[in-house]
């Protein structure tokens, strides 16, 4: 075969955003499996609630509206920091991006404070009924995904304060709040399936 | 995209390829091994450990076929017995089948798209190390009587704590979480690559139909292999920490483990069957000598599978007293999946028809493919109508159609597709004379073994008894059958010492040694770690028979790191280049970190704050940067000395 012409693509950029980037549709699968998993978690719900006679069991006691409801507004706070981190990766503004980063992070935690509070207040256990079940095994994978997103922001701290940061990390850094968004948004249906239900308001 | 004229510059070729050597060269020693991340070491990894487990599979087969040759054997004891039918089931399909297709798609992708490794190569090496990890754990399990024995798809209450004590089950539920987490895992190096790693000039219609199978597949991982983990993990939890998802005094429904199981289950059986299918669409040009017939009609087939795939999994469970409507609904939509099975027959038949053919042994694993498949799938059918089911639900018919679909549906087309690719992995031809021995051993001793199955089943012989009296009248057919599956056992044999021998002593292959169509014959047999000094750019659906002399190759890239092209995803215009990352030991202990979880978790609900420790420092270590890449460094600026 011949090589007499070419393609060249050395002015080509070696950081893009958005789905330009093979890390986005990376992030985007991840998501798509783990949306996955919360749906068959709220469809096992609902399939288990279908063969009940009473639902919730009698010995279930709402944790309180308020206290479910100031959690799951944490959560949605949270993503307007994450995406001011957001703009600011595009910015290639790393002290902004940071001190988002920190903002977002400490709703986190706050948000992780109220889950374990709220577990505490449950009246029942993973191994009281098929309810409890559900509503714990939910609650831990959720959580897992809060702690994780906790953790994976630490980590952001850590690197824009050390160094050295790279420009393909401003790719990451808006990743990481698409994923967050997912994390925070995924709990709404939950939410509204466990404490907003009319069969827990009886 | 500017093309411009460039000189053959033959020196400065020579020194490119010596950079390029550097950069991409794979490991060397233990180290190198263990922190190996390229696409092609790491599929051959898998391809050689699917094919390992395979035998191991096989022999479980032979042991099955052994203690049923006549009625009333000893040879194996009822418990031995539910041990073995339990792992090989689980063998075939979670250690072999599906790591198969999918680590043949990932040695196989990169080269056929043109482009030099998979999207992320570290999450492959780390998907191959979850996989083998799974598989030392189910084999350790059962080389310790502690195997698996509720069967591959373990039904509660049998598989739950009441019913099953002891920890058999729990290593089969956490080697599935296991080798789950992994598929997913290559499903979406394959699905990214697939999307954003094409050669220039490989719009959406000009994607090799292999290719296309692969992406189909993928998503349908990512769609099914969710409820399998899941499941697996809610049973593991009744039976470590009493939870009650699956135990109806509780409130649990047993019920629902059917559906979760076969909501993945069903899908499995296209994961399975689908990539297979895209190797006979493309082992059929090369030796019927033509494009292949109906490239739209059978892409669409491949994607309308895909889709329906997902409505059929009930089927499974007509012997459960569903209501009527809803088995209606399943035994509806499981005939419907015969027509886009039945398109792609069709257009392979056309394709042959209109050929030019050329006997070897590849096509004879075609046809062999398109004679069984037609059996299985039109058993398949039968089965799919409800009166017909519950005659026959749980006997040896419904063995005999799924091993007709699984064996003659996608084993016979990996092993042609196996011969096919042989060169392009090692540079060297197998003997075409032993590959005819094979397949007929293969074909006759497979039809030999399976067909007398479907009469026993019509007889009524139910699956997974460990043994029959006498006066059933079953011992003939019985003995045929584990005749026949010795004889398929001297095919397999045949195949693998082909293989071995000519490893070492099997004539130099070349580039293009079948006169294919696709872009990994462009490359040298092996290809160079780099996969092509060149990108190739395509102008069409077989790019190799519509080589232009003028065609261009794209230049640009540096060969001092590893950079790849990305291009876009409708038409694969050139977008970016991205950089990829090199060896790096941190997937192995993140390997080590789950399969601790997991492992540990077997015992004790502790496994998951243990295992978590390792998983995270091996994570953050993954992801520090290393400055290897030779990356533009960010300095702080201020968004004031942004404007100035």
Redesign the interface.
């Known amino acids: 075969m011949s090589r007499r012409t070419a393609l060249d693509v050395s002015h080509l950029p070696t950081t893009v955003f958005g789905s330009r980037a093979p890390l986005w549709w990376g992030a985007v699968g991840i998501m798509t499996i783990e949306g996955t998993m919360f749906a068959i978690m709220a469809a096992c719900y609902f399939y288990l609630r279908g063969g009940a006679e009473v639902w919730p069991p009698p010995d279930v006691v709402h944790p309180g509206l308020g206290i479910t409801t100031l959690n799951l507004a944490i959560l949605l706070v949270s993503m307007v920091p994450m995406h001011l981190v957001s703009k600011a990766a595009v910015r290639e503004d790393l002290p902004a991006a940071r001190r988002w980063l920190i903002v977002a992070t400490l709703l986190m935690v706050a948000s992780l404070a109220l889950r374990w509070f709220i577990l505490q207040r449950l009246t029942f256990l993973w191994n009281s009924h098929a309810y409890g079940s559900v509503v714990w095994t939910t609650a831990g994978l959720h959580t897992l995904h809060v702690i994780t997103g906790t953790i994976e922001n630490l980590l952001f701290i850590t690197l824009l304060t050390r160094g050295p940061v790279e420009d393909k990390h401003m790719t990451d850094l808006r990743l990481n709040s698409l994923y967050w968004y997912f994390v925070a948004l995924s709990w709404v249906p939950f939410y509204c399936i466990f404490f907003l239900d009319p069969g827990l308001l009886r | 995209?500017?093309?411009?004229?460039?000189e053959?510059l033959e020196d400065a070729?020579a020194e490119d390829r010596q950079i390029l050597e550097r950069t991409w060269k794979h490991g060397t020693g233990l180290w190198g091994w263990l922190t190996e991340v390229h696409h092609a070491a790491i599929g051959k990894r898998i391809i050689v450990t699917a094919l390992i487990f395979f035998a191991l599979g096989g022999i479980e087969a032979l042991l099955i076929r052994i203690q049923l040759a006549r009625p009333e054997n000893r040879l194996l004891g009822p418990d031995l017995y539910n041990e073995v039918f339990t792992t090989h089931g689980t063998t075939m399909m979670f250690l072999f089948a599906v790591p198969m297709m999918l680590g043949l798609g990932l040695y196989l992708v990169p080269l056929m798209v043109g482009t030099r490794d998979v999207?992320?190569p570290r999450?492959n090496a780390f998907s191959y190390w979850l996989y083998l990890i799974g598989g030392l754990l189910l084999y350790t399990g059962f080389f310790l009587n502690t195997g698996p024995d509720a069967g591959w798809f373990s039904y509660v209450p049998l598989a739950g704590p009441e019913y099953s004590p002891g920890k058999r089950v729990d290593v089969w539920a956490q080697m599935i979480t296991f080798t789950e987490i992994s598929s997913?895992a290559m499903?979406?190096n394959l699905?990214?690559t697939i999307?954003?790693?094409r050669a220039?000039g490989m719009s959406l219609n000009r994607i090799p139909i292999f290719v296309w199978a692969m992406l189909v597949t993928s998503f349908m991982v990512?769609?099914a292999?969710?409820?399998v983990?899941?499941s697996s993990?809610?049973l593991a939890?009744?039976r470590l920490?009493?939870?009650?998802?699956f135990?109806q005094g509780?409130?649990?429904?047993p019920l629902?483990w059917q559906?979760?199981f076969w909501?993945f289950g069903h899908p499995e059986v296209y994961i399975i069957f689908l990539p297979a299918t895209g190797i006979v669409s493309t082992l059929l040009p090369p030796f019927a000598r033509r494009e292949v017939f109906g490239y739209l009609a059978l892409v669409l087939s491949l994607v309308a599978t895909g889709f329906m795939g997902f409505g059929l999994w009930v089927h499974h469970m007509f012997a459960t007293g569903l209501p009527q409507l809803g088995a209606s609904f399943f035994t509806a939509a499981s005939i419907m999946i015969a027509i886009p099975s039945g398109t792609q027959m069709f257009c392979w038949i056309a394709t042959l028809w209109g050929g030019r053919l050329r006997f070897q042994t590849p096509l004879l694993y075609v046809l062999g493919f398109i004679f069984t498949f037609l059996i299985g799938g039109l058993t398949g059918v039968m089965l799919a109508a409800v009166p017909l089911d519950l005659q026959v639900h749980d006997t040896f018919f419904v063995v005999a159609h799924f091993h007709y679909v699984l064996i003659g549906g996608a084993v016979f087309p990996l092993l042609g597709g196996l011969f096919y690719w042989f060169p392009k992995m090692t540079g060297r031809m197998l003997s075409e004379t032993w590959g005819k021995v094979s397949f007929w051993l293969v074909f006759l001793g497979f039809n030999l073994t399976f067909f007398p199955l479907h009469v026993l089943g019509f007889q009524g012989m139910p699956r997974r008894v460990y043994t029959y009296l006498p006066e059933t009248g079953w011992g003939d057919l019985n003995l045929l059958a584990t005749i026949g599956s010795g004889v398929l056992t001297l095919g397999v044999l045949a195949y693998v010492i082909n293989m071995l021998s000519s490893l070492v002593a099997g004539p130099p292959a070349g580039n293009d040694p079948w006169a294919s169509d696709t872009l990994e014959w462009?490359t040298t047999s092996p290809p160079p770690p780099y996969n092509f000094q060149?990108l190739p750019?395509v102008g069409g659906r077989s790019p190799l028979w519509l080589?232009r002399?003028?065609?261009?190759?794209?230049?640009?890239?540096r060969s001092d790191r590893r950079?790849m092209?990305?291009t876009?995803?409708l038409d694969a215009e050139?977008?970016?280049?991205?950089?990829l990352p090199g060896p790096t030991i941190w997937p192995l202990i993140l390997g080590l970190g789950v399969g601790t979880t997991f492992i540990v978790g077997i015992f004790t609900p502790w496994g998951l704050p243990i295992g978590a420790v390792p998983c995270?420092i091996a994570l953050?270590a993954w992801?520090?940067?290393r400055?290897d890449?030779d990356?533009?460094?960010?300095k702080?600026?201020?968004?004031k000395e942004?404007k100035s």
């Open positions: 995209m500017s093309v411009a004229e460039i053959p070729d999207a992320f999450l997913l499903a979406i699905i990214v999307f954003k790693q220039p990512v769609f292999m969710p409820a983990m899941l993990t809610m939890l009744d920490v009493d939870t009650h998802f135990n509780q409130g649990g429904d629902m559906h979760l909501f462009s060149h750019t080589w002399d003028d065609q261009p190759v794209v230049t640009g890239l950079e092209l990305a876009n995803l050139p977008d970016h280049r991205d950089i995270a953050i992801f520090w940067p400055g890449m990356r533009e460094v960010l702080e600026k201020t968004l942004k």
